[in-house]
């Protein structure tokens, strides 16, 4: 099978940085990704990691550790609007194509 | 912009009906994907289709049954709606995904506005 965690819940002050962490229990990795959801809307993709090292995109980076099987979402300069909940997930080893995703952060991002 | 739509954004619907959800993208994707959602257990994955006519079970099949007659649409269906299958349902559409595993090409997937079910 393959499983990912993630905190249920983050709660940061506006204007700072804050972690979301992911790790992951895969018997075949092929990459992680993270998705933002607000409250009553879809998901939306942030970023894709196939390979260590961190990815930067704007405000958000993402980072992976193959050897730990881990990886991070990291946010800066919080925003009001980044209150949301993010999962990260990854393509099943079994099939490509399909994807696992973690049970999600919600964060709360406070003044 | 890639679009997916969902036939619903809320249904309500008795034990034992049948229930179509159907979702339509129009990015001219090959995989689509229908999730359920629930407080605490994230995104599970229903069934998934690769190309017209084909389809595979994903994580939690049972009770649910779905049709790919054509490329940009993907139906779900619940043959006799019970109340464990109240719950948000979201579709999503991919490429598919690349071997080098490059960020953003196959392994975005696209959702859409999801459908709030309550079985009564």
């Known amino acids: 099978g393959q499983s990912l965690e993630q905190p249920s819940e983050v709660t940061a002050v506006e204007g700072a940085i804050v972690q979301i962490n992911c790790t992951y229990q895969t018997s075949g990795f092929y990459g992680l990704s993270w998705y933002q959801q607000h409250d009553g809307g879809a998901p939306t993709f942030l970023s894709y990691n196939a390979l260590d090292g961190l990815e930067e995109t704007g405000r958000f980076s993402s980072f992976l550790s193959r050897s730990d099987s881990y990886g991070y979402l990291l946010l800066q300069e919080l925003q009001m609007k980044d209150s949301a909940s993010y999962f990260c997930?990854?393509?099943?080893?079994?099939?490509?194509?399909?994807?696992?995703f973690g049970t999600g952060t919600k964060l709360q991002v406070i003044p | 912009d890639v679009k997916v739509t969902q036939s619903s954004r809320y249904l309500v619907k008795r034990t034992g009906e049948k229930v179509f959800l159907e979702c339509v993208q129009d990015m001219d994707h090959e995989n689509m994907f229908w999730y359920r959602q629930d407080p605490g257990l994230g995104l599970r994955l229903i069934y998934f289709?690769?190309?017209?006519?084909?389809?595979e079970k994903g994580d939690i099949p049972e009770g649910y049954s779905v049709s790919r007659e054509k490329k940009e649409r993907f139906s779900l269906i619940l043959e006799s709606a019970s109340t464990n299958q109240t719950s948000m349902y979201l579709c999503a559409s991919s490429f598919p995904p690349l071997t080098s595993g490059r960020a953003g090409y196959g392994n975005e997937q696209f959702f859409g506005p999801g459908t709030r079910l309550t079985v009564l």
């Open positions: 289709s690769y190309d017209v006519k084909m389809k």
């Open positions: 997930a990854a393509p099943n080893s079994g099939g490509y194509q399909k994807v696992t």
